[in-house]
């Protein structure tokens, strides 16, 4: 852990796997106190079980889905004193745009970029009002900057969360509130692994990654956390591509 964030208390929501799952284990590692926010309580216990481990859990959670407005401000209001969040819970419906549901559409948008929308303003509220310098890092992906086939919905609310990101500089910045976002390519989660296993699949994505390979869990964890550090207090409103150079070629 070379980030201290002691004292501080962080939000991750979609903390029960994948990035949000390994970035709360880093939060807490480097000092924080985490509010770990999820679908699954099941997941939550977990984490709760792992960290106890640690002795002082300096851990909260809550359940909440994320799709629906009211929880996530009760979520976020939950968290109690806010310093750092990472906007990260997301779904991924895909399917051809002609045959895509809207109930497909407005479920996506509801969790992958209202969501943030209201954890920014619970969070900015309580920075801006406690008079705290802190940091917001929005997960997008290089979907909001490449057009991916059948990942319509996705891609737009992506690309809405880069702009959500932009809107939090340009408006919390005058409290010296920072919010970036990360835009990674595909990610070796647990999932990420299980998708992307099929090698033509594969073949055709790495061909266009000039470092010629998937990004670790780890690759997105550690600029997150550098985001949220006062390493970079001169960067907001940045989208940080974490691609291997996906979006150069
Ligand atoms: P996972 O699917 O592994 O984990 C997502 C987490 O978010 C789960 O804990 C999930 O809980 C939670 N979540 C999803 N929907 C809701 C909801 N409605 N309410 C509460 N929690 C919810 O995702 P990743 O770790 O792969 O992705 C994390 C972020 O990284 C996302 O924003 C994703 O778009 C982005 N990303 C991922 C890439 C990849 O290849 N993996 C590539 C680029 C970006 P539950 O399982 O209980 O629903």
Known sequence: AT?????KRAVVTGAGKGIG?????????????????SRTRADLDALRAELAEAGDARLTTFAADLGNAEEVRAALEAAGDIDLLVNNAAVALNGPLLEMSVESWDATMA??????????QVAGKSMRDRGVKGSIVNVSSQASLVATPEHAAYCASKAGLDMLTKMSALELG????????VNPTVV???MGRANWSDPAKAGRMLSKIPLGRFAEVDDVVRPILFLLSGECGM???????????FTST
Do not use: K, W
């Open 188 to 190: 070796l989660t647990a």
């Open 235 to 245: 960067v907001t409103g940045s989208l940080l591509p974490i691609e291997g150079g």
């Open 111 to 120: 969790v992958n970029l209202r969501a943030c929308f209201v954890a920014t």
């Open 21 to 37: 799952h390994d970035l709360v284990l880093a939060l807490h590692a480097c000092g924080a106190h985490v509010h770990a926010v």
């Open 3 to 7: 980030f201290d964030f002691t004292g």
């Open 174 to 181: 005058p409290y010296g509130i920072r919010c970036n976002a």
